[in-house]
């Protein structure tokens, strides 16, 4: 009974190693493109996510994320095991944000602002109170447009850290930086992000 | 409020400290208004900033990726391991160190300040006083700036230059050299070759061919050895009668 018990786990232990992002790296690199598309199923929705806020218009997030994928489908061989996958796969979608940030200037269209605070209209609130609904609307707006005007340095840090509430060695990973240096970078971004904030949350207290 | 407490109540705001940490800087926020209100305000950003994690819900296909992917070429990009960008700053600089090292290797150019000398004084040995010619002048050589191309010597005149009929005369005669024509025409009473009529440059000939030169019988033939003196470091001559000399060797 042991026996079978130590067998059952070594078959779950092989089974979970199988499944884990470095295995399907090291079947996707021998060839095997189901492993890679498990990758991609398993992680498009955190790469969406990140490149959806670095970019606010749906269709270029997701331009950025296939990209991001053909990419380090092409560069699997480069990728080292030392680093999380999920890392070296910000990283590359990081640095596909920073490229279409420096070649094209913010569109947003008028369209696609009209249909989100449309949306925002219909959709639920928090609380009962409608009043405070529409306050709570209106500060996430505020925050969103202050995000997005934000420099682009400063956006990805509040982004992997606030948002997707990365770790620190993680994000220094990213960064090829060190800890402390990607402290100090979500702090300069954070009080960035603060001094846009600030006018309109004065400007409700009063 | 100063900085570092700012920086503290962001941090707090934010979940960047451990419990002790946050207790304490909690504490000292209780006790300052201004304080308090920027850490209730941080921590409303906060919150909100949690709301921007909703994203609305993307079209990404696997199949969609599958195309990209075909069309680009599913196999992995070959890598090639010997271009990289970081050679490019290293070939450079290997470019620039080699071309100032060739540059520094480069040989001076070395101007001759003369291209001929005028003999004046005969090798002790020699029976006869050679004289430059006196149109010959010697041309300084290329100027002093330094000229990549040593300058040609210059005459003063086309007069200058060796009698063309003496070479005509030799050549019409096959005679090796015009000294040893002008010593064949020389009647045998008279005396040696007039040195006058030899010039530097006639002489260095007379020197090559004089051994196989026809002689007279009255008129001694000086051969030049091609050994110098030790002891005068010039070239050591030997006067000879023509009698002995085989012509034709």
């Not at chain 1, 060190?178 to 006018?199: E, I, Q």
């Not at chain 2, 950003?45 to 994203?55: A, F, G, Q, T, Y």
Request: glycine letters at 4%; hydrophobic letters at 40%; aromatic letters at 6%.
């Amino acid at each position: 009974m042991p026996t079978s018990i130590a067998l059952t786990h070594q078959g779950i232990a092989s089974r979970l190693d199988d499944s884990s992002d470095q295995s399907l790296v090291r079947r996707a690199r021998e060839g095997d493109y189901d492993a890679f598309e498990q990758l991609f199923e398993r992680h498009r929705m955190l790469v969406y996510r990140f490149a959806y806020q670095m970019v606010p218009r749906r269709d270029d997030a997701e331009d950025l994320v296939q990209e991001a994928f053909v990419r380090a489908y092409q560069n699997l061989h480069r990728y080292r095991d030392e680093a999380k996958f999920t890392t070296w796969l910000l990283r590359i979608v990081a640095n596909l944000c920073t490229d279409q940030a420096r070649m094209s200037t913010r569109r947003h269209t008028l369209e696609q602002q009209e249909a989100r605070e449309g949306l925002l209209w219909m959709t639920e609130g928090d609380t009962e109170n409608p009043i405070e609904n529409l306050e709570a609307d209106r500060r996430v707006q505020v925050l969103r447009k202050a995000l997005a005007a934000l420099p682009e340095h400063h956006r990805m840090m509040i982004v992997l850290r606030d948002l997707e509430e990365r770790e620190y060695p993680e994000i220094a990973q990213m960064l090829g930086c060190t800890v402390g240096g990607a402290k100090l970078r979500v702090l300069r971004a954070r009080r960035a992000l603060r001094d846009r904030v600030a006018p309109f949350l004065n400007e409700e207290k009063s | 409020m100063n900085g570092k407490l700012d920086k503290r109540l962001l941090e707090l705001a934010f979940g960047d400290m451990n419990a002790d940490e946050a207790e304490s800087v909690r504490k000292a926020a209780a006790n300052d208004a201004e304080a308090e209100a920027t850490l209730r305000q941080y921590e409303a950003m906060k919150m909100d900033l949690l709301k921007l994690r909703e994203v609305p819900a993307p079209q990404l296909s696997a199949e969609r990726l599958r195309d990209r992917i075909l069309t680009d070429g599913l196999r992995p990009k070959a890598s090639v391991p010997w271009f990289s960008r970081y050679w490019l700053p290293v070939a450079a600089s290997a470019f620039v160190v080699g071309f100032f090292v060739i540059q520094m290797k480069k040989p001076s150019v070395s101007v001759p300040s003369l291209v001929a000398a005028n003999i004046e004084k005969p090798a002790p040995g020699l029976d006869f006083v050679p004289k430059a010619d006196p149109g010959l002048k010697v041309a300084a050589a290329a100027d002093a700036s330094g000229a990549t191309k040593p300058a040609a010597p210059k005459l003063a005149s086309k007069t200058a230059r060796r009698p063309r009929v003496k070479h005509d005369w030799v050549a019409k005669n096959d005679m090796p050299s015009p000294t040893l024509a002008g010593a064949m025409m020389k009647s045998p009473g008279t005396a040696g070759p007039s040195t006058s009529a030899l010039n530097a440059s006639s002489a260095a000939a007379d020197t090559a061919m004089s051994a196989s030169a026809p002689a007279t019988e009255a008129e001694p033939l000086v051969l030049i050895q091609p050994d110098k003196d030790v002891d005068t470091g010039a070239q050591r001559a030997t006067e000879v009668n023509a009698n002995n000399v085989v012509i034709g060797g």
